[in-house]
């Protein structure tokens, strides 16, 4: 998820009503177990606004944004939604994705997914790895 909002209209509640509009879209929607976001490293107000918000950090991505030619990092934030889980492991990456595919009636991933270890992190929801992002 993206917000943005022009200089002049900043602290005027703009934001605020943005979020808490995809948010509660996200809530509508039983399937979405989190929210998503990126912020460039050096934007405090930002940050702060979205850890008001019930945002958790998850990571660091170097070099993400490349603008007027200089590279700046971003941190990834994330809202669990549904009483869902935040997961930040591979396995918990590669639980929910199976289960996803499961649900699309796919015998393989059905399988696949039925396989699995106890004490899968069956409920979590996955911090998408470098590689995807």
């Known amino acids: ?3 943005g909002v022009k200089d002049e209209y900043r602290r005027r509640g703009v934001g605020t009503k943005l979020l808490q509009w995809a948010l509660a879209a996200a809530e509508r929607d039983p399937s979405i177990g989190a929210v998503f976001l990126h912020v460039i490293t050096y934007n405090d107000a ?3 606004f979205y ?3 019930g945002f958790e950090y998850i990571r660091t991505h170097e070099h993400f944004y490349h603008i007027r030619g200089k590279d700046y990092g ?3 934030y994330a809202k669990a939604m549904h009483d869902a889980t ?3 492991t591979p396995r918990g990456l590669l639980t929910w994705l199976l289960d996803a595919l499961s649900s699309l009636g796919g015998s393989i991933f059905s399988a696949l997914a039925s396989s699995d270890e106890q004490g899968a992190e069956r409920d979590a929801v996955p911090v998408v790895p470098d590689s995807m992002v």
């Open 1 to 3: 998820m993206t917000v």
């Open 46 to 48: 930002a940050i702060e």
């Open 51 to 53: 850890r008001r918000n």
């Open 74 to 76: 971003c941190h990834v």
């Open 86 to 88: 935040l997961s930040r």
